[in-house]
């Protein structure tokens, strides 16, 4: 890929763009929201969603992958909204192999749905979670890397003492892959970033509570996530940060967030640099309040 | 100052320190938190308040602002019933150094005698929440105070944003001009991206303020005044009260993600000459631990 081309597709998307979602919700609460908003911009013919993946999480791969899986489902029954389950795809069953990445339902569907994409029309990839899928996608069929732009949240800051995050290092070898392959790849930084998209139980159950009744089920389920957490039995109200709501955002509202092209950094526990490498986007600030304000406004209307 | 000395210095503080609050307390609504913050982190025997400084604000006629921004302080003062404090007020400069040559008042007089008292251990924080001219003068008619305080100044941008323009810093150029090449051992903690992010909501400080004293009634009705003067209808508004970190960072510095860097040059943008001495620079504050300790002290009757 020429670089003028990677610039090119790095432009800010201009919406409503195609979108393949890879999410890790089983241990995390803030993928439960950005699912759930992302459905509901779809919904709304604001985005088209091309792929729901399931990412893997916690220590067992495959174990972890189909508990994110049941968590999709259960946010498209939530929303009752059937049609998405036929394009939800297991992801993982083990971390990545650069020389015989496994070929999962997910990796499938990206390199599908990547095919049916042009360097001028790309379908994005919202990471939300590991690089897995993404990484064993683009080692499998390198073509399509001029057909997809990946938007990942995960890192931290090119300032920050370390690039120690966990969508970054569940693993490692694919986060590395994906940062030398050149595909076109916007970062969305946790720190000092994604960490800002701050709440509160209090502010949620405000902006949450007067909803239509045909969101009852999923508002319930996003408020009692939140003010949760993973126990069911502790109601732990307070401030929390819905972090992967950043990822849905950018395709939507790119004008709400600041970015710039740098230099690809080189991945590893501290950024490196090597100024003859390929360009990406990066993200500085996201516009908190716009963004809530959007969600608010899909997970209730 | 040996850089050594100055290193020293930069250390985070530890202890007991002494402050003075140098504040623009009626241009916004976040000075106010502050003042109450800290006499209450004061009555608590947790700092020793030495002084609150009324500094000039930009406008047609700053010497005006500077005696609302001195009503204020009393205001806070009369509303925390901590009137003992108000011999510790003082009126600032009332002319900017851009726009007169460096002349004494009283909050510069009570600077360079605080500063100067052998009797304290330590250095004197000096944290400064408005813009630079009371600080800038009393260094300029007594430098030997440089070698005694730590200036924590909210101002500024991170390095890596795209300029330095920002209120407090750039209020009166000539202070922070001054002040950036004075050598004075300075902890900045920026706006954007990182004291900006000090956020709340009305929904969060009616829950953990509403109807517990006199202080919490003022600070919640000048954030509703200051919301209706400014919102608008079914917008998402959250509230950044960034100058509370001023504080926050004496009392609990761990709460700072913090680093050295080479002081930068002021300009519109940060120019960088690596010869130069060197400074704290905050990257991010964790707000929840920080507004946790502000509800908790000033909600107490």
């Given at each position: 890929m020429t670089e003028s081309k990677r610039v090119e597709m790095l432009e800010l998307p201009r919406g409503p763009v195609s979108v393949i979602i890879d999410t890790d919700p089983h241990l995390e609460t803030d993928d439960h929201y950005a699912l759930a908003y992302a459905i509901c911009a779809a919904e709304l013919g604001e985005m088209k969603i091309e792929g729901l993946h399931a990412d893997f999480s916690g220590k067992e791969v495959e174990e972890g992958m189909l508990k994110n899986y049941d968590c999709v489902i259960n946010i498209i029954d939530l929303l009752n909204v059937p049609k998405y389950k036929e394009i939800t795809f297991h992801g993982p069953t083990r971390k990545f192999d650069k020389e015989n990445p496994e070929v999962t339902d997910a990796v499938k569907n990206m390199i599908r749905v990547a095919n049916n994409h042009t360097s001028e029309d790309p379908v994005y990839v919202l990471g939300i979670g590991g690089g897995t899928t993404i990484a064993s996608a683009l080692a499998a069929a390198p073509e399509i890397a001029e057909k997809m732009v990946i938007v990942w949240l995960g890192g931290n800051s090119m300032?920050?003492?370390?690039?120690?995050e966990c969508n970054f290092w569940r693993d490692s070898s694919a986060t590395e892959f994906i940062f030398d392959c050149g595909v076109p790849l916007v970062m969305i930084p946790a720190w000092n970033v994604t960490i800002q998209l701050k709440t509160s139980s209090y502010e949620l159950d405000h902006y949450m509570k007067n909803r239509v009744p045909e969101k009852d089920a999923i508002c319930e389920f996003l408020l009692n996530r939140f003010n949760r957490g993973f126990d069911p039995t502790k109601v732990a109200k307070g401030s929390g940060t819905i972090y992967d709501i950043g990822g849905i955002g950018y395709v939507l509202h790119p004008e709400w967030y600041v970015t710039r092209l740098m230099v690809t950094p080189v991945f590893q526990y501290h950024w490196a640099s090597n100024p003859q490498r390929h360009m990406m986007r990066i993200c500085d600030h996201i516009n908190r309040d716009a963004l809530y304000m959007d969600v608010f406004n899909k997970l209730t209307k | 100052m040996t850089e050594s000395q100055r290193v020293e210095k930069l250390e985070p503080p530890h202890g007991k320190v002494s402050i003075i609050v140098d504040t623009d307390a009626a241009c916004e609504v976040d000075d106010q938190f502050a003042i109450a913050y800290a006499v209450r982190a004061a009555e608590a025997g947790e700092l020793v308040l030495e002084g609150l400084h009324a500094s000039l604000s930009s406008g047609e006629d700053t010497a005006e602002k500077l005696e609302r921004n001195y009503q204020e302080i009393l205001t806070v003062l009369d509303h925390l019933h901590s009137p003992e404090y108000k011999a510790k007020t003082f009126r600032g400069c009332p002319q900017k150094l851009t726009e007169a040559p460096a002349a004494m008042s009283d909050a510069v007089k009570n600077l360079i005698e605080v500063a100067n008292d052998e009797a304290r251990e330590g250095p004197l924080y000096v944290v400064a929440i408005g813009g630079g001219t009371n600080i800038a003068t009393a260094m300029m008619l007594a430098p030997e105070i440089k070698e005694k305080i730590v200036l924590v100044w909210l101002a500024g941008?991170?390095?890596?944003?795209?300029?330095?323009?920002e209120w407090n810093l750039h209020m009166d150029t000539a202070a922070s001009e001054y002040i950036f090449n004075s050598g004075v051992p300075m902890v900045l903690m920026p706006a954007w991206n990182v004291i900006v992010e000090m956020r709340t909501t009305i929904f969060e400080l009616e829950h953990y303020l509403k109807d517990k004293n006199d202080i919490c009634d003022y600070l919640l009705k000048i954030v509703h005044d200051f919301h209706d003067k400014h919102k608008i209808e079914g917008v998402v508004w959250s509230k950044t009260i960034g100058d509370i970190a001023g504080i926050a960072y004496v009392l609990h510095p761990g709460s700072f993600e913090t680093r050295l860097v080479t002081t930068p040059v002021f300009g519109y943008y940060w120019g960088s000459n690596p010869q130069r001495p060197l400074m704290r620079i905050c990257d991010s504050v964790k707000r929840d631990p920080v507004f946790m300790d502000l509800f908790s002290k000033i909600s107490k009757n």
């Open positions: 300032h920050w003492h370390s690039s120690m | 941008n991170s390095l890596h944003w795209n300029s330095t323009m």
